[in-house]
Structures are given as structure tokens and as C-alpha cells.
């Protein structure tokens, strides 16, 4: 089968649509928050979920792997296996909620009061935050393989339309936040996970509603769930390494520092959240389509949209983050006021992390569309493994709290590499012309585009509201035209003028 392109632009809209109300209300209410909750808390609130947030490797894992069979299933045309993989997805998120709350209620309550460095006086709120947390997390679970089968189905629409509940409950929250008496950081915390459980509710309902395979009826059919777990199994070493480098860093922090330093990363994480979900959301739209070329034979298309996904990625989310990164300081100012110590620097870092991260998600989506994953996460997952032992021994030799993410960027430079050699025998990727076509173009773009931006930059450093837009627009468009005439073939600015003329004469008649 061939992909349909119409299908990835009409769902990266959708998406894109749930994006930009997402990014509105995460500026409008992150400062809100800060203010009303202050450094600490706020940075309490960070690494408290934190500690829940290490268990999410486990939901990813069977996340992907839902996702891959309902997919790979759809693919090949076997329509009579969907309703056992969902129903038997359903019964081992369900006793994966019950490991998750028999650890958190244990081992991850005595790591909270023995070993973070939170002020006494608000153990008890933090306690308060744990459990919320624990009982977010567990809704977010059970609702994974509804929204597995909503991405499966390429029904993306369905995200942009319930972003709107989404929007309208966390604005809801931040308006009650500063009215209701009492705790602030605990009132926060409740009301995050009632919205959350809503929201939760919605998606799962609707999939209910318009899937046939979407019942609310646990079963498990054993084949189906050892090749499952199996999938997962190898795809969990690599997840794995993923939250380390996230929340394990995140706690470490703490370790060796205090809540403020939370803050600042939780203001980074928060911005690059907002950013990077330009890339996620088009990998939703983009990754079903690998998926089910694969299942039917289309090799070549496959490395089409592999290399189209990796490039297309990287140019979203450089195309938003550029101007972040030359005008940081003033970003932030504007949109906070005052900020923790180091949150400049792990908000750039951060970000070009992210930029390097947004090549993997098409790479990482192609292998396991073959379901040769063992070798290749195990590769992957040591070399992000390292990250944590080497930043909690680069700390210890008093380096400063940023290290971490230098570590990162340079363990994700190595990993991009690996992942073509795996593609070059899985898929028969040629990595010479795809690090040319991809990573070098890539790097054009950004020198190209980025150039008079700079030279600007230079001359005027501190620029009122009006002409920072103004910049920002400068940015954009500086960007924009790069990603046109240097990051795009021939034959996709053909492609991209066709349809932009047919649009004009249409209007015209």
C-alpha cells in the first residue's frame, strides 16, 4: 500500500490544531503556577512526580507496542486479531497498574521521605503531591491502549477536539488555584488529577464508541500476549534508558542540589514539552503510515517516509526553537518574570537536545515496524544508560547542575548513528546519502537560516515587547525560507508551488 500523504497532512493538522491550544495555555498558566506556588514549590511539584514519572517506562513500552500490532494488523488486512490484541493490551495494563501502585506505595513512598532533599515543613504536601500523582498515573495507564487504537486509526481529529476539554479544565484549575484557600501546592495537585481523570475518561469513551475492537471486556489470549510482552520486553531496555536521562537526572538534581534547581528544569521541560510536541504530533500522524507500508511489502516507501519523517522533524521543531535559543533571556523575562538560577542555560540545552532527539522517532519507528528490536535497543539502550552513572560522577567531582544535559547531547550524537546502521540492514537504508539528505542538509538549514537572525541579534540585544515580536516574526520567516530552498528536494518545492497556484486559481474562480 502507499502512504497517504493526504492522510499525514490532514492528521498533522488535527494535531497541530490541539498543539497550538496546548501552547497557549501552558504560557499562559506555567507563570500563574510559578507565581502563585513559588520556586520551591513548584520545584517540589517537579521532582515529586518525578518519582512516579520513573515508572513510565513501563506504560510507554505497551503503549508502543499496542500501537505496532493494531497497526501491523491493519496493515496486512487481518481485521479478526484486533479485538483480542486490545482486549489482552487491556488486561496487562491493568496488572501493570497493580505492580506500579504495590511499588510506588513502597518503595518509591520510602525513597520520597528518606532520601529527597525537600524542606521538612513541606513533607506533607509533598506527600499529598506522591499520592495524586500515584492515582494520575494509574488513570493514564488504563486509558494507554484506548489511545493507542484513537492513533492506530489515525482518528488524530479525536485529539484536537478533546484538547479543547483539556484546555478548558486546566484553565479552570489555575483560575480556582488562586482563589481556594488553604495548601496551594496540595489543591493543585488534586484538582490536576480529577481534570486528568476527565480528560481520561473522554478519550477512552470516545474509542469505546468508534471502534469496534475498543470494548470495556478483559481477556487474554496468550499468543497474543507473548509476542506482546516480547516486543516489549526488548523496547523497554531503551524507554528504560529514556526516563533515566529524564526523571532519574531530574532526582538525581535534587540529590545534589535542592528544589530550586527542580524549578529551573521544570521550566525547561515545560517549554521544550511545548516545542518538541510540533515533532511528536507529526510522528503520530506519520508513524501508522511506516507502520502498515511495512506489513504490506513497501520497502521503498518505507525509507521515503523515514527519511521525509527524520528531516521534516528536525526542521519543525528547529524552526520554533531557533528564536528561543538567540533570545532566551528576554523569552523568559517576558513570560515570567523572575526565574530559578540556571534556567537559561537548561532551557538551550535542552533545546538542542530535543533538536538532535528529533531525528529518532521515524528511525525508531521503522525498526520496530520489522519487529527487530533485540539487538538494536539493546545497543541503544547501553550507550543511554551511561548518561546517569556519568552525570552522577561528574556532579560528585562538583561540576555544575548542567552537566547532565551535556552528557545527553553527546551520548545522542552517538546513538543517531547507531540507529542507521541498524536501518541499513533491516530496511537497506543507504546511510551516506541519508546522513547527506538529513543530517547535513539539516545542519545547512540552521547555519543558513539562522545567520541574519544572528547579525541582528548582535546589534540589539534588549528589545521592548514590540520588538522582540517583530525579531521572532524575523526569526520565522528567516527560518522558513531556509527549510524551503535548502532543506526541501526539487521536487517537494514542485510539489509545494502545485499546490499552493491550484489553491490560487481555485479562489480566483
Not at 45 to 50: E, M, Q
Not at 114 to 122: V, Y
Not at 145 to 167: D, G, Q, T
Not at 229 to 239: E, G, Q, T, Y
Request: proline share 2%; charged share 10%; aromatic share 12%.
Amino acid at each position: 500500500m502507499k502512504a497517504n500523504k493526504n492522510i499525514i497532512v490532514k492528521n498533522t493538522l488535527f494535531l497541530y490544531i490541539r498543539m497550538f491550544f496546548t501552547l497557549l495555555v501552558t504560557l499562559y498558566t506555567s507563570r500563574i503556577v510559578l507565581n502563585v506556588l513559588g520556586a520551591n514549590d513548584f520545584g517540589t511539584y517537579s521532582v515529586v512526580g518525578g518519582i512516579i514519572g520513573t515508572f513510565s517506562f513501563l506504560s510507554t513500552t505497551l503503549a508502543s507496542s499496542t500501537q505496532r500490532f493494531l497497526n501491523y494488523e491493519m496493515g496486512s488486512q487481518n481485521t479478526g486479531k484486533l479485538k483480542d490484541i486490545f482486549r489482552t493490551s487491556l488486561s496487562i495494563h491493568l496488572i501493570l497498574s497493580l505492580i506500579i501502585i504495590l511499588l510506588a506505595e513502597t518503595l518509591g513512598l520510602w525513597f520520597l521521605n528518606t532520601q529527597m532533599n525537600i524542606p521538612s515543613e513541606r513533607m506533607y504536601a509533598a506527600n499529598w503531591v506522591y499520592q495524586c500523582s500515584i492515582a494520575s498515573f494509574v488513570i493514564s495507564i488504563m486509558s494507554v491502549p484506548y489511545n493507542a487504537a484513537i492513533i492506530a486509526h489515525e482518528k488524530m481529529s479525536a485529539f484536537a477536539y478533546i484538547s479543547i476539554l483539556e484546555v478548558t479544565l486546566k484553565l479552570l484549575v489555575v483560575f480556582l488555584l488562586q482563589w481556594i484557600g488553604g495548601d496551594k501546592l496540595i489543591i493543585y495537585a488534586i484538582m490536576l488529577m480529577i481534570a486528568q481523570l476527565i480528560v481520561r475518561l473522554v478519550y477512552s469513551r470516545y474509542a469505546e464508541i468508534h471502534f469496534e475492537e475498543c470494548d470495556n471486556h478483559y481477556s487474554i489470549n496468550k499468543t497474543i500476549m507473548k509476542e506482546m510482552l516480547s516486543f516489549s520486553s526488548w523496547n523497554m531496555i531503551s524507554v528504560f534508558s529514556v526516563m533515566l536521562k529524564n526523571q532519574g537526572v531530574n532526582i538525581i538534581l535534587n540529590i545534589f542540589f535542592n528544589t530550586l534547581v527542580n524549578a529551573a528544569r521544570g521550566i525547561a521541560v515545560q517549554v521544550n514539552t511545548v516545542i518538541y510536541g510540533f515533532v511528536t504530533n507529526f510522528m503520530q500522524a506519520l508513524n501508522p503510515q511506516i507502520v502498515k507500508n511495512y506489513a504490506a511489502g513497501e520497502l521503498k516507501e518505507v525509507r521515503s517516509l523515514v527519511s521525509l519523517g527524520a528531516r521534516m522533524g528536525f526542521y519543525l521543531i528547529s524552526f520554533f526553537a531557533i528564536p528561543i535559543l538567540i533570545k532566551t533571556e528576554q523569552i523568559l523575562t517576558l513570560w515570567l518574570g523572575e526565574y530559578p538560577q540556571y534556567t537559561i542555560i537548561f532551557v538551550r540545552l535542552t533545546l538542542i537536545l530535543s533538536m538532535l532527539e528529533s531525528f529518532g522517532p521515524t528511525l525508531a519507528a521503522a525498526q520496530a515496524a520489522t519487529g527487530k528490536i533485540r539487538n538494536y535497543h539493546i545497543t541503544i539502550s547501553s550507550i543511554g544508560l551511561l548518561n546517569l552513572p556519568i552525570s552522577i560522577l561528574l556532579l560528585h567531582w562538583n561540576y555544575p547542575p548542567y552537566i547532565p544535559y551535556i552528557v545527553s547531547i553527546s551520548l545522542m550524537i552517538i546513538i543517531n548513528g547507531i540507529r542507521l546502521y541498524f536501518l541499513k540492514k533491516s530496511i537497506k537504508i543507504k546511510v551516506g546519502k541519508f546522513i547527506t539528505s538529513v543530517y547535513l542538509r539539516g545542519a545547512v538549514v540552521v547555519l543558513t537560516g539562522t545567520t541574519i537572525p544572528l547579525l541582528i541579534h548582535k546589534y540589539y540585544t534588549n528589545l521592548h515587547i514590540i520588538g522582540l515580536g517583530i525579531y521572532m516574526l524575523l526569526c520565522f520567516l528567516s527560518m522558513g525560507i531556509a527549510i524551503f530552498l535548502v532543506g526541501l528536494s526539487s521536487n517537494e518545492r514542485s510539489i509545494i508551488i502545485q499546490k499552493i497556484t491550484r489553491t490560487i486559481i481555485k479562489d480566483k474562480r
